[in-house]
């Protein structure tokens, strides 16, 4: 092999971790947001958790947040809106990407 062989796996390696670990983050930070709002719907313990999951799961449906701020606005109807709930995923974000590493 050559080093720029070598380079590239390596570059591909970073990528491939990179992807995996924005991911990771995206569904901690949805997780979040899940549990946020089912304190605002009153949910607790296992009803909490398991709500957080159906978040969690709709972001599967498309690219980007919209998905999940679909879900959410409709959840939480006249206690949220959409961009409070934007503005809640952009602060849940830092804090799930800082959960991540401390796991790490």
Request: proline residues 1%; without cysteine; glycine residues 4%.
């Amino acid at each position: 092999m050559t080093t720029f062989d070598d380079r590239e796996k390596a570059f591909e390696a970073k990528y491939a971790h990179d992807e995996e670990m924005q991911f990771r983050a995206e569904a901690r930070r949805n997780k979040l947001a899940g549990l946020w709002a089912a304190d605002l719907l009153g949910k607790t313990g296992d009803e909490a958790t398991a709500y957080a999951m159906t978040i969690v799961e709709s972001d599967f449906e498309e690219a980007g947040v919209e998905d999940v701020v679909r879900k959410l606005a409709a959840d939480l109807g006249d206690k949220s809106t959409a961009d409070t709930i934007r503005a809640k995923l952009a602060e849940l974000l830092p804090v799930a990407k800082a959960q991540l590493m401390s796991e790490a």
